[in-house]
């Protein structure tokens, strides 16, 4: 499954539970392994990542202030980001770049878009051909120096890397020199000793190997491969766009502890970001906001917390107080669309939307007294029409609020007393999603 769906999948179980206890947490966990594993983040670097987030949410290390469901969704976020290191600043000294990689990993294509990338940063930019293998490797460079408007210095048809940079390299005068080397189909001596005669000769201050977001678990030992024989100094991700998540690719950075610096996101030259982990994983985990849904998660938990009063005593005053805070979270479909469950049928949605106003108004148009012990509404018969009246309802439906409320009441008791019943119900409250949801449920909306 892919990278992003699998997260935001299991980060949407999580989310949508009623109760998150360790059980839960560790379920959770192991979802989040699961979809690492599938998308080549190594092993161990999976099980060191879901160890120190158990030690965050469930042991000493865990903040005070935030409930489980908060410092699971803040554990993974910061984990990720951490994962994937700093958002990344593009210099905008005058240097000189050197990109390498294998046959067909974007090279070429790269040296376009950097070249568009610091031009329009104000920075003059040259390209060098230093691919000394593809055939037309000269004329595609070529054509994407024109392109994006960069002078391009090459020799066409010469064989000797030495002999091109030696010809043009003294005459470059522009801010950003970016050179591209030849591919391989794999790592091997004669690509190492290429890359280091162009390194010797060109010096470039950042060695940026080029991987496909594609490649899978051979990432890491590709990385590492070319950081031990020409000492990288970052990777661009290319081809995000794609199929590949760039599971792979991100998880072999950390191992090499090279930081990404782009990620190509398609074939335009202006297809190229600078690196931001934060809004990478954010995407990745569905969440283009994290500060907004841990807002979310929040006003959850203060639902929760009005839950746990409603245990010790349920009047129509706690099951209005619950109404509320649910309405504050905003119209319930967005509120489940953020937690990922996308999937609820749309009318389902409205139904209980509507149901949920109304009683609303019933609720709200009863007096204190009658909100705190809701046998009054029945012992005199003018209450009922009273409370019709001024909320727009019809009697029928303050009836069926009652009998409902009376229902869930019992269930509630019998919840307290009866620990089978309460083990039925939790596992049943899990399965319907968040709290409103499980409110509708019980009350037969
Ligand atoms: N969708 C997509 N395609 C890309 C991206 N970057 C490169 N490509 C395509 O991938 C193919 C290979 O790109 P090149 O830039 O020629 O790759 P290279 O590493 O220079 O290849 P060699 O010189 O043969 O080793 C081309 O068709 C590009 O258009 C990207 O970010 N997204
Ligand atoms: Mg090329």
């Known amino acids: 499954m892919d990278l992003g769906k699998g997260l935001r999948q299991a980060l949407a179980k999580l989310t949508g539970k009623t109760m998150v206890d360790e059980a839960a947490v560790k379920e959770f966990l192991r979802d989040i392994q699961r979809v690492l594993i599938s998308n080549d983040v190594p092993v161990k670097l999976v099980f060191e990542l879901s160890k120190r987030i158990e030690k965050k949410v469930l042991g000493e290390d865990k903040s005070a202030g935030l409930n489980l469901r908060e410092q699971v969704v803040r554990a993974i976020h910061d984990e990720l980001v951490a994962l994937l290191g700093e958002k990344y600043e593009p210099s905008l000294k005058p240097r000189r770049i050197l990109l390498l990689g294998l046959y067909g990993s974007g090279k ?3 040296c376009g878009k950097l070249a568009q990338f610091y031009k329009k940063r104000g920075l003059s930019v040259a390209l060098v051909c230093a691919d000394t293998d593809r055939p037309a490797a000269y004329q595609q460079l070529q054509q994407l120096s024109v392109k994006c408007g960069a002078p391009f210095y090459g ?8 002999k091109i940079i030696n010809t043009h390299l003294p005459n470059i005068k522009e801010d950003i020199i970016i050179v591209d080397s030849a591919g391989r189909s794999g790592f091997d001596e004669e690509l190492v000793k290429q890359l280091k005669t162009i390194s010797e000769l060109v010096k470039p201050e950042e060695k940026i ?3 496909s977001a594609d490649i899978g678990q ?3 030992r590709q990385a590492e491969q070319f950081h031990t024989a020409v000492g990288l ?8 766009d794609g199929s590949g998540k760039g599971g792979g690719a991100l998880a072999a950075c950390h191992a090499a502890s090279v930081p990404v610096l782009f990620t190509g996101l398609g074939e335009k030259m202006e297809d190229l970001e600078a690196f931001d982990s934060t809004k990478f994983v954010g995407r990745l985990l569905g969440f283009p906001d994290f500060e907004a849904l841990m807002e979310k998660i929040k006003s959850v938990a203060d639902t929760e917390k009005l839950q746990e009063q409603a245990m010790d005593k349920l009047t129509l005053g706690t099951f209005y107080s619950q109404l509320k805070a649910a309405r504050k979270m905003g119209p319930l479909s967005s509120v489940f669309g953020m937690m990922g469950m996308n999937d609820l049928p749309a009318d389902a949605m409205k139904m209980s939307e509507q149901k949920l106003k109304r009683y ?3 609720i709200s148009a009863m007096t204190p007294g009658e909100r ?6 029945k012992k005199q018969k003018g209450r009922i029409e009273r409370v019709a009246k001024g909320s727009g309802c019809k009697p029928e439906e303050v009836r069926e609020l009652i009998s409902q409320f009376e229902k869930m009441a019992n269930l509630m008791q019998g919840f307290k007393k009866n620990r089978g019943l309460r083990k039925k119900l939790e596992k049943m409250m899990g399965k319907s999603g968040v709290d409103m949801n499980k409110l509708q449920g019980m009350m037969g909306g």
């Open 218 to 220: 051979t990432a890491g």
């Open 372 to 377: 705190d012990d809701a046998a009054l509404l």
């Open 155 to 162: 020799i066409e048809g010469e064989k000797d890397v030495g």
């Open 108 to 110: 070429t294509t790269t």
């Open 233 to 240: 100094t970052g990777v661009i991700i290319s081809k995000l």
């Open 209 to 211: 190997l080029v991987m």
């Open 360 to 362: 609303e108004a019933m």
